[in-house]
């Protein structure tokens, strides 16, 4: 089964500056999506970034860009330029064509952002 | 209203009751799915409809969870006999395109069994 994990469970960064949430998943798939969604405390899930499996080149998204290190499967989400809104929980999210399109989250991780 | 609604926002129950969460998805999404989120965790998947397609039911936790989606739009979990254990936020989102995973959450409905 696949597998997601967020190793941290709350993060900090202070206004202005930049931060990695970390993510690993575990698959025997080579195509498939990997997401990163926000929750800010009104509770609305947002999809803040998408990469494809096949694609070499890391997505970005304003602020917002991965580190995708397939062999390693890894997929990090760097926050550049931090800014008091980016405050909330953040999910990583796994999906393959043959997982009947669930998508599988990670824990979360908490990021407060400090002015 | 351009997003994905529910109803209600927060319900409190007594153990034991029955419970219906609402959620109207975006007009014109065929998929529709349901996620449970307990408290600081992660999500999990409950249920998933598309189109006129038999539901894909695997991940309901027990008999106790059902959930509709009457004429292609609204759809509605019931939680039958609920249990303390089923205290969590519950997150409706629908998707125009279920193959590219981009799904539009609702703001859930969060459920406290006393």
């Known amino acids: 089964a696949q597998t997601v994990t967020q190793s941290q469970p709350e993060m900090s960064v202070q206004e202005a500056e930049t931060v990695t949430l970390s993510c690993t998943y575990d698959?025997?798939?080579?195509?498939?999506?990997l997401f990163w969604y926000k929750q800010p405390p009104s509770r609305q899930m947002i999809l803040v970034i998408r990469?494809?499996?096949?694609?070499?080149q890391n997505a970005t998204e304003n602020r917002f860009s991965v580190n995708f290190q397939k062999a390693a499967k890894s997929f990090s989400l760097k926050i550049s330029d931090s800014q008091l809104g980016d405050a909330a929980m953040y999910f990583c999210?796994?999906?393959?064509?043959?997982?009947?399109?669930?998508?599988?989250f990670g824990g979360g991780t908490r990021l407060m952002v400090k002015p | 209203g351009a997003g994905v609604s529910q109803s209600p926002s927060n319900k409190v129950t007594e153990k034991g009751k029955d419970v219906e969460l609402r959620c109207d998805p975006i007009?014109?999404?065929?998929?529709l799915y349901w996620y449970r989120q307990s408290l600081g965790q992660g999500l999990e998947f409950l249920i998933y409809?598309?189109?006129?397609?038999?539901?894909?039911k695997s991940g309901l936790p027990s008999d106790r969870f059902s959930a509709e989606r009457t004429g292609g739009s609204v759809s509605t979990l019931t939680i039958q006999r609920t249990q303390q254990e089923d205290s969590a936020v519950y997150l409706c989102?629908?998707?125009?395109?279920?193959?590219?995973?981009?799904?539009?959450f609702g703001p859930g409905t969060r459920l406290t069994v006393l």
């Open positions: 989102a629908s998707s125009l395109d279920p193959a590219g995973g981009r799904r539009f």
């Open positions: 698959t025997s798939e080579s195509d498939y999506y």
């Open positions: 990469q494809e499996a096949y694609k070499q």
């Open positions: 999210a796994y999906r393959d064509n043959n997982a009947g399109n669930m998508l599988t």
């Open positions: 007009s014109g999404h065929t998929a």
């Open positions: 409809f598309q189109g006129n397609s038999a539901p894909d």
